[in-house]
């Protein structure tokens, strides 16, 4: 697990806080503008000719201490943790706060722009809590963004808060992304409720072919959907939006976070799922993060994964079954069931993956979700155990 | 962190006690499932009741705090509150289910040739001995009968060779294939060719030409030989020997999974559902079709001497089904072809495809046949029936333009008669939105096309099968609930091939 964030010492004024992290050869190619980019420099590295660098335009160096800068380059140096940053990152830059952040990560298992930290609905188990300020500068970050990500990126995740929330900034988002990543798919986490209307279905046209929806559905009533996300009305406006989305040629993903308020139906959701929504190209079943919210309402939502595998292996069967693609994330293969083990995916975030003492010995570690780094002793299954070889085996 | 939020209660959210609208529904009580009620909608979905909850549910009665008011709710038997999603997805569901209506007959028969060297007893086609003259296609009719196949709009098109024989004339099936393969490099248009044939008589030129145009080959295996010669008379009586030796080697040439085989059952066999399913198992398919006579052609006539009744077929059928569910407790995967397609339509949101068992009928719909002689009819049995007198189904030639086909008498009065959901003893039945009508069926042995529903052999036979399915499907016994959704995952495509023959 590599952190995020880390301080740092700048030297030198900066005209903008995102950069692109190149080492020199990289650099030199010029698929990068040159002042949107600072130069890596390894601490065993060759000589830099600051002179020539600062001629060519580069925005910066990044470099292990202050003694590593060149002469006439702002310098981004002494970080906390100097493994954080490496080559092929877009960080942000705070010099105020000495802190980079890193945005996008070369090789990391997922990468998301974070959109907004607004919402219009509240889920019991949000990982994420929404504030309600106006964060609209982010949308003009991320386009800047967008264009010093690596072009060959297979997936990059849009997330929040409420994506649909930026109005017409998502559409020109999703426009700048197909611009920028020709060859990128967008995988857009929303609560859907927006395109329940027809309009800004329309609006999101040139994300066909290029974007999969994945939208949180959390039961087959409305009453239990409704209660979960706090919101009068959401079923039907996710349930029209997803109808909207599919009639408009989108790809969709549908999302069910599994806990105590959501098992109760959870078969039968998979059930709705086939009869109402049998286009969507994949359905994801979720063990909670315990993080925000979830937090907040743990004695409400736990239930110990144990205790419903046998129900979630089910669901999830039945419905790969039917030839729709289906995922289990962030369950540990210890407490599933073998027959699941073929649906189950290592989803969580490297930044944030950590395994228990107990995995140490175990023989499927490596092709395991392992936990979220916020879980603890209240969110700890009775049946977390190292798997034997002879079992895995068999 | 975020903002303090205030939690709300889940009874909040809930609906206000028994304020529910009925949205439209039938009801069934299945014989082996006492003291509950089956409800099914309009577009498919289904759930047992208990009796009392029966009554509360139509009464507006159904406590909305129970697990049953929300299962009723998610499958859209009521709604609460503003109608409109509800609508827009049952709406969505009906689109799905009837989507075989969207192209046009996707299902094109080619007799090329009426003659044949068999003489089976229960023969549908109205044979003729194999030195007969005078009953092949010629070639003027074939081109006008391709011309018509690519005026029908369909994008995806089975051509599916019958007889007779079909090998008897090869020289004219291969005609026929490569002139649809030509003029489809302009056409471009998805075709699948099938034939149904006992491959006697493939060769291995034969057989290298289906493999060539990756033709999916259907023949007749009514089970073990003893039971299979009695009904297949060949003058050598060992027409067994030679299908089971013709089979192995056209899956040599082709692959196993191109070569199907379905039964026909006679009196004879209603004795050994076990013996024939067997037979089956041990030549390697993974699929039996448990096919009753049908009452077209010779077979009419020979009714009193090989048929049977409509619960016969079923005890025949419950016996077979069961073995089949054993075998497969014990790990062979074998399916039946016919309980795949209806637990298909029961089980998915999805039609099969098989045009025998659809409303609107399929008669003409989904299929045409195009006759040796020329003669273009709704269906295969159409043309049975026109071979025993009854000249009803047919559309007109295959010098007639496609457009005046779908125009003619025959098509007008199968469309006043094959729409099931208007039909006396359908309208109303539990098990409409999975079978279908046959009015071609209902003229051959009722004498009129809309059918007497509680004599009616098509009803008795599909509504004993639903009864079957039903009462399992009430039982969930897990073991027999993956079976069948494994025979519905893989059966809908074998379905489109699983088609009347021979």
């Known amino acids: ?394 | 962190m975020g903002e303090r939020v205030e939690f709300r209660p889940e009874s909040a959210y809930r609906p206000a006690a028994s304020s529910y609208t009925l949205l439209p529904f039938r009801f069934a009580r299945i014989p082996g499932v006492p003291g509950r009620v089956l409800v099914t909608s309009e577009v498919g979905e289904w759930h047992f009741l208990g009796g009392t909850e029966f009554r509360a549910f139509v009464g507006g009665a159904l406590d909305p705090t129970s697990d049953t008011y929300a299962d009723l709710h998610a499958k859209h038997f009521l709604v609460e509150g503003d109608p409109t999603t509800a609508i827009r997805l049952l709406a969505a569901k009906y689109r799905t289910r009837k989507s075989f209506l969207r192209d046009g007959p996707g299902l094109h028969v080619f007799v090329t040739t009426l003659r044949c060297d068999h003489s089976c007893t229960y023969c549908q086609v109205s044979r003729r001995p194999i030195s007969e003259s005078g009953f092949d296609m010629s070639e003027r009719t074939a081109l006008a009968a391709i011309d018509r196949l690519f005026e029908s709009p369909s994008p995806t098109l089975t051509v599916e060779f019958q007889g007779g024989e079909p090998l008897v004339g090869f020289d004219r099936l291969r005609h026929v294939t490569e002139a649809i393969v030509a003029r489809n490099r302009t056409e471009g248009r998805n075709i699948t060719f099938s034939m149904t044939s006992t491959l006697h008589l493939a060769t291995d030129e034969m057989l290298a030409f289906f493999r060539q145009h990756g033709f999916q080959l259907s023949t007749s295996l009514d089970g073990p030989a003893w039971l299979h010669d009695a009904n297949r008379p060949m003058p050598t009586r060992d027409s067994h020997r030679r299908t089971v030796a013709a089979i192995e080697r056209a899956r040599a040439v082709l692959g196993h999974d191109k070569v199907t085989a379905l039964t026909t059952l006679t009196r004879r066999s209603l004795d050994h559902p076990e013996a024939i399913v067997d037979e089956y198992v041990r030549l390697g398919f993974r699929s039996v079709f448990l096919r009753p006579l049908s009452p077209f052609g010779f077979a009419a006539r020979a009714a009193r001497r090989i048929g049977y009744s409509a619960e016969e077929f079923l005890r025949f059928y419950e016996r077979a089904l069961g073995h089949i569910l054993d075998l497969n407790r014990q790990g062979v995967g074998i399916d039946e072809a016919y309980a795949g397609i209806l637990l298909t339509h029961v089980l998915t949101p999805f039609p099969t495809g098989y045009a025998d068992l659809r409303s609107p009928t399929g008669a003409g719909l989904g299929a045409v046949v195009y006759n040796y002689d020329g003669a273009v009819y709704a269906s295969d049995e159409s043309r049975m029936l026109a071979e025993a007198g009854d000249p009803t189904f047919r559309l007109g030639t295959v010098h007639d333009r496609w457009a005046d086909l779908m125009r003619s008498p025959a098509m007008d009065l199968l469309l006043a008669t094959g729409i099931a959901e208007v039909l006396p003893g359908c309208s109303d039945c539990a098990f409409l939105p999975y079978c279908g009508a046959d009015p071609v069926f209902n003229l051959a042995r009722e004498g009129e096309p809309v059918g007497h529903r509680p004599t009616n052999d098509h009803c008795r036979k599909h509504t004993g099968l639903f009864h079957l399915l039903f009462r399992r499907l009430a039982e969930a016994d897990p073991h027999v609930l993956r079976t069948f959704l494994s025979w519905v995952t893989r059966g809908a495509s074998d379905a489109a091939h699983a088609r009347e023959a021979a």
């Open chain 1, 1 to 394: 697990m590599l952190p995020l964030h880390t301080r740092a010492t700048v030297t030198g004024g900066l005209a903008r806080p995102l950069l692109k992290v190149l080492d020199l050869s990289e650099a030199l190619r010029g698929r990068y503008p040159f002042d949107r980019v600072a130069v890596h420099r390894p601490p065993d590295g060759p000589d830099l000719d600051g002179t020539a660098l600062r001629e060519l335009g580069f925005a910066a160096v990044l470099c292990r201490g202050a003694e590593d800068r060149v002469d006439g380059l702002p310098a981004v140096h002494s970080l906390g943790n100097p493994d954080v940053v490496r080559p092929g990152d877009v960080i942000r830059v705070r010099p105020d706060a000495g802190q980079v952040s890193v945005l996008f990560r070369r090789g990391a298992n997922a990468n998301s722009l974070f959109v907004t930290e607004r919402c219009n609905s509240r889920c019991l188990m949000c990982s994420q809590p929404p504030r309600d300020e106006d964060d609209s500068w982010r949308v003009g970050e991320l386009f800047e963004l967008v264009s010093l990500l690596d072009a060959d990126l297979d997936q990059l995740g849009v997330t929040g808060g409420e994506p649909t929330l930026l109005g017409p900034g998502l559409p020109e988002l999703i426009r700048r992304c197909r611009t920028a990543l020709p060859i990128t798919t967008l995988h857009i986490l929303t609560n859907g409720r927006a395109f329940a209307t027809p309009r800004v279905a329309d609006a999101v046209r040139d994300g066909v072919g290029r974007v999969v929806w994945a939208v949180p559905l959390y039961a087959d009533v409305p009453f239990r959907h409704d209660f979960v996300v706090q919101v009068d009305g959401a079923f039907n406006e996710t349930v029209n939006g997803i109808h909207n989305l599919a009639e408009r040629g989108h790809a969709i993903e549908v999302r069910f976070v599994v806990h105590a308020q959501t098992l109760p139906r959870m078969e039968r959701f998979a059930e709705f799922v086939y009869r109402n929504m049998p286009f969507v190209s994949h359905v994801a079943f979720m063990g909670l993060e315990p993080m925000g919210f979830a937090k907040v309402n743990r004695d409400r939502l736990w239930v110990d994964p144990l205790d419903y595998g046998p129900a979630l292996a089910r669901a999830a069967s039945s419905l790969q079954g039917r030839g729709i693609a289906t995922s289990i994330y962030n369950v540990p293969l210890c407490v599933l069931p073998r027959q699941a083990w073929p649906l189950a995916r290592q989803s969580i975030s490297d930044w944030k993956n950590v395994y228990d003492p107990a995995c140490g010995e175990c023989a499927v570690r490596a092709r395991c979700c392992g936990f979220f780094a916020s879980y603890g002793a209240a969110w700890r299954s009775r049946g977390i155990q190292a798997i034997r070889i002879e079992e895995a085996a068999q």
